[in-house]
Nanobody, 114 residues
Framework: QVQLVESGGGLVQPGGSLTLSCAASGSIFSLYAMAWYRQAPGKQREPVARITSTHSTNYADSVKGRFTISRDNAKNTVYLQMNSLKPEDTAVYYC????????WGQGTQVTVSS
């Protein structure tokens, strides 16, 4: 079992930046594949970025070149650096962990608006 707590969401203007953090506890963090998902009202939850236990990454086409996922195993934390934010990035962002089973954080709201 692993518990996930997201932080760092908020209100930002278009073109601005935010960094989200996901702190994990309760298990061996380095063995988990991690990801960030997001969900806007009325839409499906969608994957944004993934990072494996060996630091391999991939990104949704909509955020490629703007977002960076990283992990610090010593701090049991995964990050999502978001640059050049657009209004369509507005959503609740969820941290996700997987080894044997799925684990979800509670989500953090990101609002991009002028």
């Amino acid at each position: 079992q692993v518990q996930l707590v997201e932080s760092g969401g908020g209100l930002v203007q278009p073109g601005g930046s935010l960094t989200l953090s996901c702190a994990a506890s309760g298990s061996i963090f380095s063995l988990y594949a991690m990801a960030w998902y997001r969900q806007a009202p009325g839409k499906q939850r969608e994957p944004v970025a993934r990072i494996t236990s060996t630091h391999s990454t991939n990104y949704a086409d909509s955020v490629k070149g703007r977002f960076t996922i990283s992990r610090d195993n010593a701090k049991n934390t995964v990050y999502l650096q978001m640059n050049s934010l657009k209004p369509e990035d507005t959503a609740v962002y969820y941290c996700y962990a997987r080894r044997v089973s799925d684990h979800w954080g509670q989500g953090t709201q990101v609002t991009v608006s002028s």
